[in-house]
């Protein structure tokens, strides 16, 4: 057996265990779904009911924190620098590195560390703005740093980066995804941080419809492991060991509209793609491995009056939940894009940055204005809507591990859970 191949089989064993042993080893967790199942997950956020603890941070930040065995790790901003901390659940500094200068946000909820880590279960790796890739061990050693803007040229992006490293073929994986013609995929060895293969990313778009501030899903497609990327109006799926196009669907701007960059990732459900797009005006199912153009009759389905313009979706049993930006959730079928519900969450003139996460039957919504919300999933919409409220504004997303769900604003981050001392 190949050694790449066994590198992607270990992989995978960690993160199916991950899941068993209550990890959070990336953005939208075990799976990359933003879906977990867990039975001990608390029924409401409130700071006045069932907070356990906070933790101011030593820097600013909006990436969404990683968790494996009871270490949480997560990037921030400290006195201009780009850092890791990491912290055990009894709020105590394990370690930090602090890396060379960062890069200015330019959004103002935004900051040089939007993307979020990812782990193997042996290093960490982060991605900063300033175009720092890095791997660290668990226990805070660095193993090596590069920069990709030095390596293949600058951020064109016209806001600030988004888009967080993915595992594939036992490699590290950084899709940059800007206008300009300069869209890539690059695939880096964890041990070294040398180049395993960089690969354009070619698709026909126009000026900002370019930018994406996504991030790619891994998974079998057909039997190939694939980095499945939404960018540039299309869909692509890229053969994970060798960076090779397998297919796409696209183009979802057949008009050639200016500024139609997307915030918001695609979510998988029985092997069909559910996208976002048109600035959150729209939504669309594409079934994985084919080529189609949805212009000429392509794609499973697409729907004009609902999605989601920053919030990307989650997922579980062939359903996918969609927040949308004004606190919409809607409920829908992957495979026909059927609508089964659609709940209000209890709001006003307030968006959502940070995408939902369901746990169980839970599903965990956080505005940017702090507020948070938990409400109950049935099969007639979303019931039993509680609320809580911390002060600051919040970008990353929920990450729920053994029954406590941390919530990071830009300078705390908070734990909630129902059981005393946990």
Known sequence: MKAHILTSILCLSLVTCSAAAANWPQWRGPTANGSVDDPAAPATLNPDENLLWKLPLPGLGS????????????TCDIDGRDTVVCYDFNRKEIWRHRFGKSVQARYKTASSCNPSPITDGTCIYVYFKSGKVAALT???????????QKRYGEDTLGWDLGTSPVLAD???????????????????????GKEVYKIARTFDSVEESYDAYTTPIVMDVNGRETIICWAADHLSGNAADTGELLWHAGSYNPRGKHNWRVIASPVIADSVAIIPFARGRSLAGTRLGE???????????QKDSIGSDVASPTSRGGLVYLLGD???VSCLEAASGKVHWQSQLPIERIRFFSSPVLAGDKLYCAATDGTLFCGTVTKDGLKDITTGRIPGSIAASPVVVDGRVLIRNHTTLF???????Q
């Open 291 to 301: 080529t189609t153009d949805p212009g000429t009759g392509g794609g499973l389905w």
């Open 170 to 192: 036992g490699k590290l994986v950084i899709a940059v995804l800007q206008n300009g013609g300069g869209s890539y995929l690059a695939s880096l060895d964890c041990e070294t």
């Open 415 to 421: 734990c909630f859970g129902d059981k005393p001392g």
């Open 63 to 74: 990436s969404t924190p990683i968790v494996w065995n009871e270490h949480i790790m997560l």
């Open 138 to 148: 668990l226990t805070g050693t660095l193993k090596w740093e590069v920069n990709l």
């Open 326 to 328: 004004r606190g919409q």
